[in-house]
């Protein structure tokens, strides 16, 4: 099976700039994660959606990030504006239902210069 | 919230080598996982254990939910098990909270 596609794989912006990332899970899968991984540091979560629906997002800065997930398939995070401090891999992941195949993406390694 | 700590932070190991990584967690869960970051970035799912023991190949891992540990256990280490070591907790819902992760560097 296709695993998680996310994209791009690479993204320099300067402060003050949007960037996006998009995510298509595993078909079928039910449940997708964003979740943010500082160099050095375990990914944190930063939104899960249950089919279309919001079911945890109590760690995303809503200030500045927003996600959408369309139809209950694929996915896009943005960001609006960027600081440096979101310099960071933004990576996507997916399960079956609860914790159940759960499998990550390659993620987006972001850059804020 | 629910922390997580994982040890050693690092570790070095000649090929070959055997090694037990360890995960102590704060509260009770009914979600652990064990992932394999390789030098590329990609987080690879090992197990899905909140309790009790599996193996797969010569990695295998052993969870103690009422004593709130678990242990990854690597055996005849490769230059390929090279990466970060993540464990990963959680409740119901699915969404996981991170450790910071051991590095294990395999060296030939």
């Known amino acids: 099976e296709a695993g998680v596609a996310q994209s791009p794989r690479y993204k320099i912006i300067e402060k003050r700039q949007s960037v996006a990332f998009w995510c298509n899970p595993i078909s079928g899968h039910a449940t997708l994660y964003w979740y943010q991984q500082i160099l050095g540091q375990g990914p944190k979560l930063l939104i899960q959606?249950?089919?279309?629906?919001?079911?945890?997002d109590s760690q995303l800065p809503k200030d500045r990030f927003s996600a959408e997930r369309l139809k209950g398939v694929d996915s896009t995070l943005k960001i609006q504006p960027a600081k440096l401090e979101d310099s960071a891999v933004y990576l996507c992941?997916?399960?079956?239902?609860?914790?159940?195949?759960?499998?990550f993406g390659s993620g987006t390694r972001l850059t804020v210069v | 919230g629910i922390q997580v700590e994982q040890s050693p932070p690092d570790l070095i190991l000649q090929e070959g080598a055997n090694s037990t990584l360890r995960c102590n967690f704060s509260?009770?869960?009914?979600?652990l996982q064990w992932f394999h970051q390789n030098p590329w970035g990609q987080l690879i799912n090992l197990f899905y254990i909140p309790s009790g023991t599996k193996q797969n190949g010569r990695l295998s891992a052993t969870t103690v939910a009422t004593e709130r540990y678990s242990l990854l256990y690597i055996s005849s280490s490769q230059t390929t098990d090279s990466g970060v070591y993540f464990c990963a907790v959680g409740r119901s819902q699915g969404n996981l909270i991170f450790g910071k992760g051991t590095k294990l560097s395999v060296k030939p």
């Open positions: 509260d009770s869960v009914n979600n």
């Open positions: 959606f249950q089919n279309n629906g919001v079911v945890d």
């Open positions: 992941a997916s399960s079956l239902r609860g914790s159940y195949g759960y499998t």
